[in-house]
């Protein structure tokens, strides 16, 4: 069974940082891209970053490029999110997702999900 | 960027009866549309792909069609599992990966 399982979040005031982790279990790590899709509260799903399984290809939203960086390490079956310089508009659900495919317009095939962690920005 | 539209937003429906949910995208979409369920304090549950390809597990009810920038999801008998809010995305043209704003089915 596949399990993501995401940890780290919390309370941070504007300009702080944050580092968010999930482990991956039940499925070949190594083989599969990941995500990062968040959910402000009482909102929609908005994809935050994407990394695919040997690293060499990492992709952002633009509201979050410069400030957030997304990683992996395979032998730890976990990737996470570093989150820099951060701002109120950044509170929300912060979920791992697992994409379908290796490569491709597949890695956004979000078929398997985290329960998610709950980061909050406030002063 | 690829803009998802759903409706309506909210959508009151009776259990036993059909549900169908709209979704429109900006551009030309040729096959790279999915459909996701969320209930409340869960994460999303990815239902369809590829238009109308039903995920692993997924019921029959479940259905996806359309083509071009006009999609619908339909449900063609609700059970009480199924009130939940739904979201359409397009993984098309990426990044990023878009998603509409969510239909909410509600019972009636």
């Known amino acids: 069974e596949v399990q993501l399982v995401e940890s780290g979040g919390g309370l941070v005031k504007p300009g702080g940082s944050l580092r968010l982790s999930c482990a991956a279990s039940g499925f070949s790590f190594r083989d599969y891209p990941l995500s990062w899709v968040r959910q402000a509260p009482g909102k929609g799903l908005e994809w935050v970053a994407s990394?695919?399984?040997?690293?060499?290809?990492?992709y952002y939203a633009d509201s979050v490029k410069g400030r957030f960086t997304i990683s992996r390490d395979n032998a730890r079956y976990s990737i996470y999110l570093q989150m820099d310089s951060l701002r109120p508009e950044d509170t929300a659900v912060y979920y791992c997702?697992?994409?379908?495919?290796?490569?491709?317009?597949?890695?956004?095939?979000?078929?398997?999900w985290g329960q998610g962690t709950l980061v909050t920005v406030s002063s | 960027e690829i803009l998802m539209t759903q409706s309506p937003a909210t959508l009151s429906v009776s259990p036993g009866e059909r549900a169908t949910l709209s979704c429109r995208a900006s551009?030309?979409?040729?096959?790279?549309l999915a459909w996701y369920q969320q209930k409340p304090g869960q994460a999303p549950r990815l239902l369809i792909y590829d238009i109308s390809t039903r995920a692993t597990g997924v019921p029959a009810r479940f259905s996806g069609s359309g083509s071009g920038t006009d999609f619908t999801l339909t449900i063609s008998s609700l059970q009480s599992e199924d009130f939940a809010v739904y979201y359409c995305q397009q993984y098309a043209d990426w990044p990023p990966w878009t998603f509409g704003q969510g239909t909410k089915v509600e019972v009636k």
């Open positions: 997702a697992r994409g379908k495919g290796a490569v491709g317009a597949t890695i956004g095939i979000f078929d398997s």
């Open positions: 990394i695919i399984g040997t690293s060499s290809s990492i």
């Open positions: 551009r030309r979409i040729p096959i790279n």
